[in-house]
């Protein structure tokens, strides 16, 4: 991908080129999509040229019908002329429906391909990106600028092809018809074309501003509906109302700038091509009054002239369009171009072909990118053998998670090495070593699916029956017998149909039917009520059996089977051993200890 200079990334986005740099260049980003598909631009374009020398045709038969149509020594010819335009006129419509369906197809087809490429890229990105941008930003993007890049290479594109070739083909005629008109066509064209330049940029520049002002509408209405529970409890909803208003007339504000500039743009084109028409023609009513052109070749010159005048009256305001969408292909590129920090070496280092789940921290250092002057791990060393099981507990903010986010490496450490069976991961792909781990966070995250769906996406190839056994293992199936539908079940956005317990259930599924050598827990059970806690801690037992199985508790309760327990402070590894050995030293798991298990009494 070509790079461009940028701006200061806003939102984890690189910032747009500078004012200066700004044109269509950005559509040049759609040529490879659309020349996987050479046959359908052929076939759209031999359409396209047909329906041209259809129309260019027109003007030669209403010149002989004037000049020799008329005359009584001819009067014989003007019913072959006139069935000659009915045969010109049928091939138009059949080549302009032709031309109109092939363009408007291809460019439906592009878009669907950039929307599946920028999703594609968007799952590729790491956490240092999602970590500074808004998911309603990236839909806007995603939505709103592919139907606006939609309208401009579907629609446009067919009406601008057309006129652009009728335009040429016309002016060509003008020239074969009256050579001397013509040349007067050549003075007007600058007149005509620097004032259409110079709006055009202006109409990019609004159409710009409008996109970005509907993102920042689309992703605060993104926020608010995924929280409106909260909106409400709060009693935050005109508050939350003015906000969204305010964004709602900031993008109307910016669409209705973007529309007049598109207004004035089409009405300064259509005024000076049409003026510059009147001219002409007053100048060849000169010439047929002293003799030195006939009617009918007058009559041929002014509809060659009113064509080449309308079609560079809708280039004008197919112009606007493409300027428009030529903003929105801007944006696109922005995301496009956004590389994630966590890359896929050129070499990937291979992992061993049954990897066995042992895991090293060696000395490992990091800092969240937006907090860099804040180290979440501090030197932080530890082993955890095949198949053993060890908890993280500590304060907040200790750097227990971080270890999980760096062992998936969404983020890389800035010192040290994380080894997985002799391998430094950051030699490996990150696909390949995220496919070794199985992670129940904390916060689940459940979509708009089935419950079978929820937990085959784990592994998407997994049959009914292993779907099942899985759900079975996290007692899945105790709500499922209640639910309408049984595993079919919709689940609504984000799992709304369910409750915390049942959402928990569903991704220790998950987990379970995802069989990988590691394991990684944060508080699987936080969200469970005692019963269901006890039985599907029974469940997770039995899954961890033969796994390496890292654990963040900080409930202490749920860590007293672990083999060892690791206790962080200030991003290290401050003391380890089992519950009773911490117990006896005294330090801080032992005041952490007792006031959990004297509270709890």
């Known amino acids: ?32 999509y659309l020349l996987r598909y050479r046959g359908r ?17 027109m003007p030669v038969a209403v010149r002989r019908m004037i000049d020799f149509g ?49 999703f594609a890229h968007l799952t590729s990105l790491d956490g240092l990106f999602y970590d500074t941008s808004r998911a309603g930003e990236l839909t806007s993007r995603l939505t709103a600028d592919t139907t606006q890049i ?6 446009s594109a067919s009406i601008a092809l057309r006129n652009l070739v009728l335009c040429l083909g016309a002016v060509a005629m003008m020239v074969v018809t009256s050579p001397r008109l013509s040349a007067l066509v050549l003075v007007a064209i600058p007149i005509i074309v ?48 003015r906000r969204f208003d305010a964004a709602v007339e900031a993008a109307y504000d910016a669409a209705r700038d973007t529309t007049l500039a598109r207004a004035l743009l089409t009405g300064v084109g259509i005024f000076l091509v049409f003026a510059s028409v009147v ?35 809708q280039l004008s305001q197919v112009w606007g369009e493409v300027a428009a969408a030529a903003g929105a292909a801007e944006r696109i590129g922005e995301l496009l171009a956004a590389q994630p920090a966590v890359r896929v070496p050129a070499q990937p280092a291979p992992l061993p072909a049954r990897v066995s789940g042992a895991i090293r921290f060696e000395d490992v250092r990091f800092a969240y990118p937006a907090r860099p002057d804040a180290p979440a791990l501090h030197g932080a060393s530890f082993t955890v053998q095949p198949g053993e099981r060890v908890a993280l507990v500590g304060p907040s903010g200790a750097g227990k998670s971080t270890v999980f986010q760096l062992l998936e490496r969404f983020y890389d450490p800035q010192g040290g090495r994380i080894v997985l069976d002799g391998v430094d991961i950051m030699g490996c792909d990150p696909v390949a070593v995220r496919h070794q781990i199985a992670f129940v966070p904390q916060e689940v995250a459940i979509f708009a699916d089935t419950v079978r769906e929820n937990i085959r996406l784990a592994r998407p190839e997994a049959s009914d029956a292993e779907v099942e056994a899985a759900g079975r293992a996290a007692l899945v199936d105790e709500f499922v017998a209640r639910l309408p539908g049984g595993w079919d079940t919709l689940v609504g956005e984000r799992g709304v149909t369910l409750s915390g317990g049942q959402r928990q259930r569903i991704v220790i599924a998950r987990a379970i039917l995802r069989s990988t050598p590691i394991l990684l827990l944060d508080e699987a059970t936080s969200a469970l009520d005692a019963e269901s806690e006890t039985l599907v801690q029974t469940a997770l037992e039995h899954s961890m059996v033969g796994r390496t199985t890292l654990v963040i508790a900080h409930r202490l309760s749920t860590v007293l089977s672990a083999d060892r327990i690791l206790v962080m ?24 200890a007792a006031l959990q298990f004297t509270a709890a009494a």
């Open 150 to 155: 939609k309208a401009a290479v579907g629609a």
């Open 194 to 241: 620097l004032p259409l330049v110079a709006s055009g940029r202006r109409v990019r520049a609004r159409a710009r501003a409008a996109q970005d002002a509907l993102a920042d509408a689309s992703a605060y209405a993104s926020e608010a509906v995924g929280a409106m529970r909260a909106l409400q409890s709060s009693s935050a909803e005109p508050a939350a109302r």
């Open 41 to 57: 631009i052929a076939l759209a374009m031999v359409a396209l040229v047909v329906a041209a020398l259809a129309t260019l045709a």
């Open 70 to 118: 008329f005359a009584a020594d001819h009067a014989g010819l003007i019913d072959s002329y006139f069935a000659m335009l009915v045969i010109v006129v049928a091939v138009l419509a059949v080549a302009s429906a032709a031309r109109y369906y092939l363009v408007t197809i291809l460019g439906e087809r592009v878009i669907a391909d950039l929307r599946s490429a920028v």
């Open 279 to 313: 001219a002409i023609l007053w100048v060849g009513a000169q010439s047929v009054m002293a003799g030195t052109m006939s009617s009918g070749l007058l009559g041929q010159f002014v509809l060659y002239a009113v064509m080449a005048a309308s079609g560079f009256g």
């Open 1 to 32: 991908m070509t790079q461009v200079e940028t701006t200061p990334a806003v939102d984890g986005i690189p910032g747009p080129a500078p004012k200066a740099q700004r044109s269509l260049r950005p559509l040049g980003r759609l040529l490879p």
């Open 569 to 592: 402070e200030g991003g290290q590894i401050v003391d380890q051993g089992t519950h009773n050995e911490l117990v006896g030293k005294g330090g801080l798991y032992a005041r952490l």
